[in-house]
């Protein structure tokens, strides 16, 4: 009894719709499968029809963007109302802002001498949030590079020549904006963030410093604080070390512990349910979102 709670979608910067993910979902034998889109919610109808059609539990969820330190910290957010005003404002707010941060990449592509158009980055995100996903594409269509990863290694990785940063709230307020918005908010891939990810850091040789994993830790107490509900321990980018220090900085916190494999398409390393959650923590999650709509409604115990 699986469930993958963190799947991406032609809603955002996957390449597969919710229709092909249900199908993909059914055929790795998963109970119940998320699809959390960055910044939007626009594909939910869509994936709960093809959830339903393949008997999967469908589980309604976005993956909000917060910035701290010039970092990106992604939060996902489940069973959201999505027509929640200031969620729905900062999902606005932030579309808009990838839409400025594309522009400002494709010339810093054309002070390095490649020369992309912006209608060519929109006609692959076709209407999603505009991600570095698209402009890699592009990249690939023009020839630039062999194919999206060396898009990201060459130009548009943190450290790469063509990044720009996307300003985006606190993660704190991130969390709690997942909250009042009735949702279950958790930490995603917190690895990426402060993981084993050392390249360009200075002073870091083979593992991230001390420092370094400490502020991780000092933020996850502040998520916690503001309501934060779990920690996706479990995730393709996070290696056993990484895996561990998650697991038993949740479990310090009394933080549940998801697994999923931010899906984003066919012909890549990832496949759906790679990493999973049990069904029982999926139950438990869905009860602290209702727990918060509850306290918010004054209802309850
Ligand atoms: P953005 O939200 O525009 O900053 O783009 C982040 C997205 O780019 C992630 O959600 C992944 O889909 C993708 N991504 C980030 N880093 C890499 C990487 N090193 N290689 C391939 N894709 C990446
Ligand atoms: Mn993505
Ligand atoms: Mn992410
Ligand atoms: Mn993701």
């Not at 999603?128 to 890699?136: D, F």
């Amino acid at each position: 009894m699986r469930a993958d709670l963190h799947v991406h979608s032609t809603f955002s910067d996957g390449t597969t719709t919710p229709v092909r993910n249900a199908e993909l979902a059914a055929a790795a034998g998963l109970e119940a499968v998320a699809l959390t889109d960055h910044d939007t919610t626009s594909g939910w109808a869509e994936s709960a029809t093809a959830c339903a059609a393949y008997g999967l539990e469908f589980v309604p969820g976005i993956e909000l963007s917060t910035e701290l330190d010039g970092r990106s910290v992604h939060l996902l957010g489940y069973w959201v109302d999505p027509a929640h005003e200031r969620l729905s404002t900062e999902c606005a707010r932030l579309r808009d802002a990838r839409m400025r941060r594309a522009r400002r990449m494709i010339e810093r592509l054309s002070a390095l001498g490649i020369e992309l158009s912006m209608a060519t980055v929109e006609a692959y995100a076709q209407g999603a949030p505009i991600g570095r996903p698209h402009v890699a594409a592009s990249l690939v269509a023009a020839g630039v590079v062999p194919d999206a990863q060396a898009a990201f290694d060459r130009y548009l990785g943190e450290d790469g020549p063509a990044y720009v940063v996307k300003h985006a709230a606190d993660p704190v307020d991130g969390v709690g904006l997942l909250v009042a918005a009735g949702g279950a908010a958790v930490l995603a891939h917190p690895g990426s963030t402060w993981g084993e990810h050392p390249r360009g850091l200075s002073g870091t040789v083979g593992s991230v410093s001390d420092a370094r994993r400490d502020r991780g830790l000092d933020l996850l107490d502040r998520l916690a604080a503001a309501g934060l509900a779990g920690v996706e321990v479990e995730h393709p980018a996070h290696d056993l070390a990484t895996t561990l220090r998650w697991r038993r900085a949740a479990a310090r916190r009394g933080l549940l512990v998801t697994g999923a494999s931010d899906f984003h398409g066919e012909g890549r390393d990832v496949k759906i349910g790679e990493r999973t959650t049990s069904t029982w923590v999926l139950a438990a999650l869905r009860e602290r979102a209702a727990d918060g709509a509850s306290a918010r409604g004054g209802a309850g115990w």
